[in-house]
């Protein structure tokens, strides 16, 4: 089956800084790529979609000039959590879909913010 | 939009019992997914299905496009099975979207 990687796999970090979190399609062309949060003891929240080369389009709710979101090639994505604050501790989960195939998950990433 | 009920919510067996979570959505859908999440978070993606069964190993899936219904069962249970097992349907559309159900806990003793 298709695999999806996450990096890093847990991060900890200050305050008021910013995290980047990777996304890579490893065997295959990821034409969408969705990124998810996860808090304790709940389901998956999507938190948007993004499509190689174009802007990520972001679920209500989900301010997109905090969680920035680059879909930039086929095997790559990116989600930066800028400024973060403890309230956005929680364990973001990518997957990636080429066309109308389904959905192969990454291991996930567990962000602190401290 | 897709509704996904998933019952029981929380499942506790002793090793070794037959296993049953079921799954209600409430719009027609392309395809149906069931996947299992250990502590520590990876998902896992365990079948897809858009009609009929399939079986790998000790799950067994089958699907109900008519009644809008998926049940997962698992046979001769076992601890490593304790996991959440999350429902998930795609209804169609350009990207592959899902939408979730809350999961099931299960747990199982020795």
């Known amino acids: 089956g298709a695999v999806v990687s996450q990096h890093p796999s847990w991060v900890i970090c200050k305050s008021g800084t910013s995290v980047k979190i990777e996304c890579r399609s490893l065997d295959f062309q990821a034409t969408t790529m969705f990124w998810y949060r996860q808090f304790p003891k709940q389901s998956l929240m999507l938190m948007a979609t993004s499509n190689e080369g174009s802007k990520a389009t972001y679920e209500q709710g989900v301010e997109k000039d905090k969680f920035l979101i680059n879909h930039a090639s086929l095997t790559l994505s990116t989600l930066t959590v800028t400024s973060a604050h403890p309230e956005d501790s929680s364990f973001y989960i990518c997957?990636?879909?080429?066309?109308?195939?389904?959905?192969?998950f990454g291991p996930g990433t567990r962000l602190t913010v401290l | 939009k897709n509704e996904v009920e998933q019952s029981p919510q929380n499942l506790t067996a002793q090793e070794g019992e037959f296993i049953t979570i079921n799954c209600s959505y409430s719009v027609g859908i392309s395809a149906l997914h069931w996947l299992q999440q250990h502590p520590g978070g990876g998902i896992v993606s365990l079948f897809m299905?858009?009609?009929g069964k399939k079986k790998h190993g000790r799950l067994i899936a089958t699907i109900n496009i008519q009644e809008k219904h998926s049940s997962l069962h698992i046979t001769a249970s076992h601890p490593r099975d304790s996991a959440v097992y999350i429902c998930?349907?795609?209804?169609?559309?350009?990207?592959?979207?899902?939408?979730f159900g809350k999961g099931t806990l299960l747990t199982v003793n020795p």
């Open positions: 998930a349907v795609y209804s169609g559309g350009s990207n592959y979207k899902l939408t």
């Open positions: 299905l858009s009609s």
């Open positions: 997957s990636g879909a080429r066309g109308t195939d389904t959905q192969y």
